[in-house]
């Protein structure tokens, strides 16, 4: 079966299918055994019940297909741990002929759906902020007495605080606040909305006081604690005096809903003004860090765990109090990848590390932190990375907040279902259970490590590791994360014999409700040195794998490391898994199934997640942060990005990704994903200056200019951020977004042009590469 | 040019019992009526038939009004001290010619004779006898009318000033209490006494008078000793204290004869120099109209003593004080000419090379006007070119009447560039108010606010004033207060352990752009916070830095907004509880205040509480940047919210400088130790102003460096550069020269009472917090006793040692120090915050006002209508004693704080339903507000007490007090001649003081 089709049965992808019997064996793959798993992956045939998962009683696992049944004593047999389970009542029926969902051999992914606020009656809400109405954590079972004993109260929604900046120039701020109050009014009655805004001062504005605008200040420059924090929002609740007292949840503004403050935060939003302008010579003070830790706050106070997000809207970056990125005199230039080579970022490991500190509050309160910086300089989004790609948070690097770009994402954002749902899932946990034979090494994603350890966890920890179980602030239903397994020494594994893994997903739906989403999986161990191991080799998921694994390095090497790593990594592979005569380079063959990888690697390499020339360190966090959470299919387009070429001859065909594909009569279509590129070969572009596209005579010439556009729409439809599309003749200077990334086969230095373009560079081409690890591969 | 628009529009009282005052004219204090009420005018009765004939031409004498004769410049060498007894009267030997009183004396009892012993005069003397004060004048000089003719054209407009207030005077004074203000709104000329065209005309009068022919005195006559010294004293009773006879004294003193002050409410004109010499100022608590003629008005700077004494062990000697009281932006007389304003262009002022003293009538040019001699440091100077002018015969400089600055004591200049670090800022006016439940709840909150919405209304307009206000509870809110914002924006400053201000936010805006808003807002607080459950707890824990926070925002406005900023005066309102001792409990508050007053903030603070709040420590901050504290206690809803807007608007719209410098100097051989007052000091030389104002009085104390020649002449000349409501740059400088003597009578004869006193008031003040009470009271007792033995062993004549001998001009030194010793900041008994409020006050309180402060007045309002003929409105004044007081009257106490009515047990019915609208004593209320009722005693009353209030621009607290009551042992407590726990009678006293000096003299 194709690893496509699986995936769109599993959500998984596999960097190996088959699973060699050893560990001494599995290390040699140099790919490690990992499966990069899209948790809440959109499925038409999900089956969703609305009754508790049954559980086993011993390792937690949810019923599934794989389980042992015996219907006569109403017993199932957990298939991880071999637990026997005894159904509970409500399982009565059950028989070969009546089988419950989750049974069905079909169904390798369930979702329980075992809250519905729908059910339990959304009527009147209680009086004041009482936003303690589901306790989180495991207890499913308490949220339910809970709701049913308290019904009378409101479900309270989601809460978002908007974090402004008002350094931003008054015509970019104005169509921030349209933005904002567009998504206000569009949301659902129950969130929770509130506005913290700053300069070198920090305002959380009061929402629920009437008299006047009220804000509470935070001085920018001082970092306050989370109690800190609170207690200037008056937000402290009064310890119960006496005995039998509820304790006073004093009455706050700061975070209401949507329902309670809409006149108040829109005439917030609406005044929210420009700061006056600085001193000449000198960047806005900002105080990013110290907002973020206000909001953050605010909601740590609210006890709001119904997921909340903080999204931070700057145009520059913070210059003042913790979390500073570059001093207010324009003097000091913002730190370039070169400046963190050498040291000379006098901040950046202090704001780094800040944000460091501010993640684990963040993931504690299933707390979001988004950024969306409008800027056409660095806003810090670096040193602010860690928070955000540990919450689960979005971020975007665009030049404008009246960008369509900007627009489209926040809309995306707080799309609806049909059910008039927000399209967000909070406070996700994912749980993995396998049976004994292998061991958890760990995830990459947008995830955080809870520590939660049994037998089944590793002591080899690759990235978030020492867990079964991850805390995600959010994930969407793309989001990807890699986990990484390794095969149980202790455990006699037979090769043949099967091992399973279960992937439990639980989330808390946009209607409030918690879900869990079960996916059950199993492949088969083989013997050492098997060509099914390569037959089960799926070099996409690899390529995807390895490239999160080479990021991951990169964040505390320098390049050249992650280079030589990646290099020594591929060379290794191909002289293992290469079909070629020792010492004969020429001889060197891969199969079918390995021959993509090596181009990949090398387009790995050469690409803007290791080879930081060229991009901002902000720019590299971000797309560092893209990758690590993009399926297999949209990491390999960021890897190597397809380019397809239209012309009069025929259908789009995809071409190679090379300089010599650029002709002056055709148009290329080029995907980054972070870009797409329309590239009018220079006779075309020439063509439509003359307005022969508008000519009737020339019908061909304006479909076919017509095409590349409409399926750059659709390449960019489902995408967020919303990728750049650059409209570009040949020759002209917007080209360079295509041509950086085409492999340059024929360069200045190149004997033998055969009229194409060249591209000016030393970079090694394909060819070279392939040739050297050839060279290398066979060496032995 | 005024310096200043004097205090604006009347105060009108908020209260509907208080009726806005119109306008007195100008020449109001020159009516006879108030004349003749007060003053111990029963010498001029009977003197003035006795009183030669005034010389034709003589300045005075156009006031026909003035039952005395003209004063001094036609008889400059006989001119004695006003404080001296009038040897005139006392039969002399024909060796001077009959001398007249320029201002006055002591009256009756100078007169030199041993009176008290004596008993010859009646007691009636205190008082003029009904009837005798309106007399018309007695006899008007025949020159008058003629005198009068030449000013009339020039000043067309001005009415016949003195004659027609005869006739329109009184009845149309219902007398704000705060009219000093519109009473200055009057044009200067009108307002002018003397005419201002009149004097060079006036043959003689020119600023250094020559000589009158005929008088056999050299000029510096002022400087000779008296003949007759003992008649220069008060003795009391030969009876007292033989020695030997500890306790025979007190029955034998007949208590109606020992010295008590006799207020004089005629208006006294004062020329400053005559004769080209110093003339000896009027008494600070009498009621003068000042010609300034070379020194400066008393009012501005006035000295303990009024010739210098050559050497340190003269001083010494005499046991008395040498300091200067510097009030250099006093209000003056409406019909004083408003001091000249001088500008000297881009150069500034002429200034000493060596001292850097300013140019001043006694600068002596010489080598015809090439150059100058300082009077200050006696450094020859260059004259500037462009100043040059030729000396004329008399060695003067030609035009030195035309320049102000070469005649006039007081002058301002314009400040060029070089005295500017900077533009003068625009004034910030920062309001802060308390919100906390507690406040919300006694209603400070709701009075605050609406006296601060009161007062906007009075702030200067135009772009130059700009305000601010602030809440605090456990928090601080801020209020942006721009237009733009479709309502105020309150920001909250969470963190009071370290304060900090939203920058940039538009917390400060032009007045003009906010009104609206901060109407609106001003309005809506008291209701804003009326759920204001700031949790108790927290906020005992947050007041200490409570006060802290609410200062320091101003701060770092200044630090950070210097283009802006700022002198401010920023407004606290009420403050709850805290720690004790008078002594500033915190080093921080200190070192904040230091702060504020290096960024120009003046603040006051208005203190409305019930419980203690620590004054002391809080009152720190307003001391140093020249702010004051208001101290509301216990407050009141329902009495005090008029006397807070009072308060508020008279500190705001009272004439005042921003980010003052003040310096004086002194002639060689003496000078300044000490100055004292409500000031920053980071050099040594000058005193930093945040904030003056015209009540602000700073003494300044004064030492020998070397001895002084007998017959030269000592000038001081006080410098304050500051900046004028409006916002002009100058320098205000004032030069009072005064003779120097080695003679010691002429100390005693020339020592000035009320400024002494004044003097020993704020040493006290300021002794009081480091030092034990009784010790204080010792030192005041000594410096008493000194200063009397040092006058009996080296001047009185007498021999008999049972007399207790006074020099004349200090006879009332010994109850005043008593006073002293009873008063509130002396007693133990007082609660702690009173005492430091007490101390506060005195701080910076100018002489006129300390003196009633300790010493109050007490009139009865029982009978105001009886004395029907009697026009004056304040009833003569009793004597501080519990037998004045009946169970019959009531009475009204006054310190210029403070206004008690005692209400006695037996007190008509009718009289009380007249007054307060209650039929009994019991039903007096607990706080009070003064009503006007339809009947002509109650008319009286709010007359009265609005004329108290003008006079000591101050809205007074009043309190209802009756016997037997907490309220009744406050009143008594005044009672400063009665024997009581806090100290002896007067006769005792006297007794004592009498005893130690024979004690001493024996030893």
């Not at chain 1, 040699?28 to 899209?38: G, K, N, R």
């Not at chain 1, 495991?138 to 308290?150: A, K, Q, R």
């Not at chain 2, 600055?405 to 004034?427: H, N």
Request: proline residues 9%.
């Amino acid at each position: 079966m194709d690893f496509i089709e699986l995936e769109a049965i599993e959500g998984l992808r596999w960097s190996w299918n088959s699973w060699p019997a050893s560990k001494s064996e599995a290390t040699a793959l140099l790919v490690p055994l990992s499966v990069m798993c899209t948790p809440l992956m959109q499925s038409t045939e999900l089956p969703i019940l609305s009754y508790d998962p049954l559980l086993c009683s011993q390792c937690g696992a949810v019923l599934n297909p794989y389980a042992r049944l015996d219907y006569t004593s109403r017993i199932w047999f957990c298939p991880f741990c071999y637990k026997k389970n005894t159904f509970p009542r409500s399982y009565s029926g059950i028989g070969e002929t009546n089988l419950p969902a989750e049974l069905f051999p079909t169904y390798s992914t369930v979702e329980y759906s075992f809250f519905n606020p729908k059910l339990n009656g959304m009527s009147s809400p209680s009086s004041s902020m009482s936003l303690t109405s589901m306790s989180m954590a495991s207890s499913f079972s308490s949220i339910s007495s809970l709701s049913g004993l308290d019904s009378l109260r409101k479900v309270v929604g989601p809460a978002f605080v908007f974090v402004v900046d008002t350094c931003t120039a008054e015509e970019e701020l104005g169509a921030l606040k349209n933005e904002l109050l567009l998504v206000v009014e569009q949301l659902p009655e129950n969130a929770l909305v509130g506005l913290v805004t700053f300069d070198s001062m920090v305002r959380v504005h009061d929402l629920g006081f009437s008299e006047c605008s009220r804000v509470v200040l935070f001085h920018g420059e001082r970092e306050v604690s989370s109690e800190q924090t609170q207690r200037f929002l008056g937000l402290t609740r009064t310890k119960q005096q006496y005995l039998g007292k509820t304790p006073v949840i004093q009455k706050q503004g700061f975070l209401l809903p949507v329902s309670e403050c809409e006149f108040n935060i829109t005439t917030a939003i609406e005044e929210i003004h420009s700061s006056p302008q600085v001193m000449p010579g000198h960047r806005p003070l900002r105080s990013t860090g110290t907002a973020i830790l206000a909001a953050l706050g605010l909601l740590e106070g609210c006890l709001v765990n119904t997921g909340s997000r903080i999204m931070v809207f700057t145009s520059g970056p913070a210059t003042l109090g913790p979390g500073i990125v570059v001093d207010s005199d324009f003097r000091s230039t913002i730190r370039t990848h070169r400046d963190l080579i050498n040291g000379h970022a006098p901040y950046y490991s202090k704001s780094s590390s800040f944000y460091k500190q501010v993640s684990p509050r963040l993931c504690d309160a299933s707390i979001i932190l988004d950024l969306f910086a409008c800027s056409l300089d660095q806003v810090g989004a670096a040193e602010l990375k860690d928070p955000v790609e540990r919450s689960g948070g979005f971020m975007m690097l665009v030049e404008s907040f009246e960008s369509s770009q900007f627009r489209k994402c926040l809309r995306h954002i707080f799309s609806r279902d049909e059910e008039g749902n927000l399209k967000m899932y909070f406070d996700a946990t994912i749980e993995i259970v396998t049976t004994k034979d292998l061991k958890i090494c760990g995830a990459l994603g947008p995830c955080v490590s809870l520590h939660k350890k049994n037998n089944l966890v590793s002591n080899n920890e690759i990235g978030e590791g020492g867990t079964y179980m991850w805390k995600l602030g959010t994930l969407t239903s793309k989001t990807c994360f890699s986990f990484f397994f390794q095969v149980n020494e202790e455990h006699k594994v037979q090769p043949g014999s099967a091992f399973s893994i279960q992937f439990i997903t639980r989330y808390r739906h946009g209607n409030m409700g918690i879900r869990k989403r079960v996916t059950t999986v199993a492949r088969r161990w083989v013997a050492n040195n098997s060509p099914e191991i390569a037959a089960g080799f799926d070099q996409e998921a690899a390529a995807s794998v390895m490239a999160r694994l080479a990021i991951q390095r990169a964040e505390d090497c320098q390049a050249r490391d992650v280079i030589r790593w990646l290099d020594d990594t591929l060379i290794r592979f191909a002289s293992k898994f290469g079909d070629y005569v020792q010492e004969d380079p020429s001889s060197f063959r891969l199969s079918s199934n390995f021959s993509l990888y090596p181009q990949f690697m090398y387009y790995l390499r050469r690409s803007q997640f290791i080879d930081v020339f060229n991009s901002s360190p902000d720019e590299t966090s971000f797309f560092r942060l893209m990758l690590n959470r993009e399926g297999v299919v949209g990491s390999l387009i960021m890897i190597q990005p397809t380019l397809l070429q239209y012309s009069f001859d025929g259908p789009p065909i995809p071409v190679l990704l090379d300089v010599r594909s650029i002709s002056p009569d055709v148009i290329l279509l080029f995907d980054s994903y972070f870009h797409v590129v329309i590239h009018c070969g220079s006779k075309i572009a020439q063509w439509r200056k003359l307005g022969y596209d508008k000519d009737p005579n020339h019908e061909n010439l304006r479909k076919l200019l017509e095409a590349p556009e409409v399926d750059a729409e659709q390449l960019i439809v489902d995408r967020v951020p919303v990728p750049k599309i650059i409209k570009c003749d040949q020759h002209s200077s917007q080209a360079r977004f295509l041509l950086a990334k085409l492999n340059p086969s024929v360069t200045q230095n190149s004997t033998y042009t055969d009229g194409s373009d060249i591209i000016f560079t030393d970079d090694l081409s394909l060819q070279v590469f392939i040739d050297h690890l050839q060279a290398l591969a066979v060496q032995g | 040019m005024a310096s200043y628009v004097p205090p604006g529009a009347p105060r009108p009282a908020s209260n509907a019992n208080n009726p806005p005052s119109s306008h007195p004219p100008p020449n109001f204090r020159a009516n006879p009526n108030s004349l003749a009420d007060n003053l111990h005018n029963l010498n001029f009765n009977s003197a003035a038939p006795r009183a030669p004939s005034p010389l034709p031409g003589t300045p005075f004498s156009r006031q026909a009004t003035q039952p005395r004769p003209p004063s001094g410049p036609p008889f400059p060498p006989t001119f004695s001290h006003p404080n001296e007894p009038s040897p005139w009267i006392v039969p002399p030997p024909g060796a001077r010619p009959p001398p007249f009183v320029s201002s006055a004396s002591r009256g009756l009892a100078s007169n030199g004779q041993p009176v008290f012993a004596s008993g010859a005069l009646p007691g009636g003397q205190w008082f003029p006898p009904l009837g005798s004060a309106p007399q018309p004048p007695v006899r008007p000089p025949p020159t008058m009318a003629m005198a009068r003719a030449p000013p009339q054209p020039p000043t067309a407009t001005s009415r016949p000033l003195m004659g027609s207030s005869l006739i329109r005077a009184p009845p149309v004074q219902p007398a704000s209490p705060f009219s000093a203000a519109p009473q200055a709104r009057q044009p200067p000329t009108t307002a002018y006494p003397y005419g201002q065209p009149t004097w060079p005309l006036q043959p003689g009068q020119g600023a250094p008078p020559p000589p009158i022919t005929g008088s056999p005195q050299p000029p510096r006559m002022f400087g000779m000793p008296p003949p007759l010294p003992n008649q220069s004293m008060t003795s009391v009773s030969s009876a007292v204290g033989q020695i030997g006879a500890p306790v025979a004294g007190a029955s034998k003193i007949d208590p109606n004869q020992i010295p008590r002050p006799i207020p004089s409410s005629s208006v006294i004109l004062h020329e400053t120099r005559q004769g080209n010499q110093a003339n000896p100022p009027p008494p600070a608590t009498s009621d003068y109209i000042v010609r300034d003629t070379g020194n400066c008005s008393p009012r501005y700077m006035r000295c303990t003593i009024n010739q210098i004494p050559c050497t340190d062990d003269l001083l010494t000697t005499s046991g008395m004080q040498l300091a200067l009281m510097v009030q250099p932006l006093a209000i003056p007389h409406p019909s004083e000419e408003t001091v000249q304003v001088v500008d000297f262009g881009e150069s500034g002022p002429v200034r000493c090379s060596r001292c850097k003293g300013y140019i001043n009538p006694f600068m002596k040019f010489i080598d015809q006007g090439r150059r100058f001699i300082c009077n200050f440091c006696g450094f020859t100077d260059e004259t500037p070119r462009e100043y040059h002018c030729n000396l004329g015969p008399d060695g003067r400089r030609r035009d030195a009447d035309e320049r102000p600055e070469l005649c006039r004591g007081t002058v301002e200049f314009v400040a060029s560039r070089e005295y500017m670090v900077r533009d003068p800022m625009p004034a910030v006016y920062f309001f802060l108010i308390d919100v906390s439940t507690n406040a919300i709840q006694t209603g400070a909150t709701a009075a605050a606010c609406g006296a601060i919405n009161q007062v906007i209304a009075d702030l200067p307009e135009g772009p130059r004033t700009m305000v601010g206000i602030a809440t605090f509870d456990s928090t601080i809110h801020f209020y942006n207060l721009k237009r733009a914002l479709q309502q105020p924006l309150m920001l909250v400053v969470p963190d009071v352990q370290d304060v900090y201000t939203p920058l940039q936010t538009d917390l400060v805006v032009q007045l003009s752009e906010c009104r609206q808003h901060l109407e609106l807002l001003l309005e809506s607080i008291p209701t804003m916070f009326l759920e204001n459950r700031t949790a108790e707890s927290a906020f005992g824990a947050a007041t200490k830095s409570c006060h802290q926070l609410a200062l320091v925002p101003f701060l770092q406005e200044t630090l950070k907004e210097e283009l802006t900023s700022l002198q401010g005066r920023s407004i606290v309102l009420d403050f709850q509880e805290a720690h004790k001792l008078l002594q500033p409990a915190d080093e921080t508050l200190k070192a904040m205040a230091i702060e504020f007053a290096e960024y120009q903030v003046c603040v006051d603070v208005f203190i409305t509480t019930q419980t203690y709040v620590d004054i002391a420590s809080i009152a720190v901050i307003p001391r140093t940047t020249g702010g004051q504290v208001y101290y509301y206690y216990p407050f009141s809803a329902v009495s005090d919210p008029a006397k807070l807007y009072n308060d508020l608007r008279w500190n705001v719209t009272r004439p005042q400088g921003f980010e003052a410098v003040m310096r004086v100097r002194c002639s060689q051989g003496i000078e300044v130790l000490e100055y004292n007052g409500n000031f920053c000091k980071r050099m040594p030389t000058d005193v930093d102003l945040p904030g003056i104002d015209c009540d602000k009085t700073v003494m300044v104390t004064l030492k020998h460096d070397d001895n002084l020649k007998d017959g030269s002449e000592c000038a001081f000349q006080c410098a304050l550069l500051y900046t004028t409501v409006n916002g002009q740059r100058r320098i205000r400088v004032t030069t009072l020269s005064l003779p120097c003597t080695s003679i010691l009578s002429n100390l005693f004869r020339s020592a000035e009472l009320d400024t002494q006193f004044a003097c020993f008031l704020k040493q006290a003040a300021s002794e009081i917090p480091s030092r034990p009470l009784l010790l204080v009271k010792d030192r005041m007792t000594n410096l008493c006793i000194n200063i009397l033995l040092s006058y009996r062993k080296f001047c009185a004549t007498v021999t008999s040692s049972g007399q207790l001998i006074l020099p004349e001009a200090l006879k009332l030194l010994p109850l005043y120090t008593l006073a002293l010793i009873k008063s509130k900041g002396l007693r133990t008994d007082g609660r702690i915050d009173e005492r430091s409020f007490w101390i506060n006050y005195l701080s910076s309180i100018s002489t006129p006002l300390a003196i009633p402060f300790v010493h109050p007045r007490m009139v009865a309002i029982h009978d105001l209508n009886s004395k029907e003929g009697d026009q004056s409105l304040v009833p003569p004044v009793i004597s501080l004693s519990t037998e004045h007081v009946n169970d019959g009257g009531i009475y009204l106490l006054e310190n210029g704080e403070d206004c008690l009515i005692y209400i006695g047990n037996s007190v008509d019915s009718d009289i009380l339903q007249q007054l307060f609208c209650i039929s009994s004593v019991d039903e007096i209320p607990a706080q009070f507000v003064l009503q006007q009722y339809d009947n002509p005693l109650s008319k009286k009353l709010n007359d009265l007490v609005n004329e108290i209030r003008r006079q000591r621009c101050s809205y007074l607290r009043l309190k209802l007090c009756k016997k037997g009551d907490p309220s009744g042992m406050l009143f008594f407590s005044y009672m400063i001649e009665d024997k009581s726990s806090s100290g002896l009678s007067y006769v005792e006293f006297l007794v004592h003081v009498h005893r130690q000096i024979q004690l001493k003299m024996s030893s």
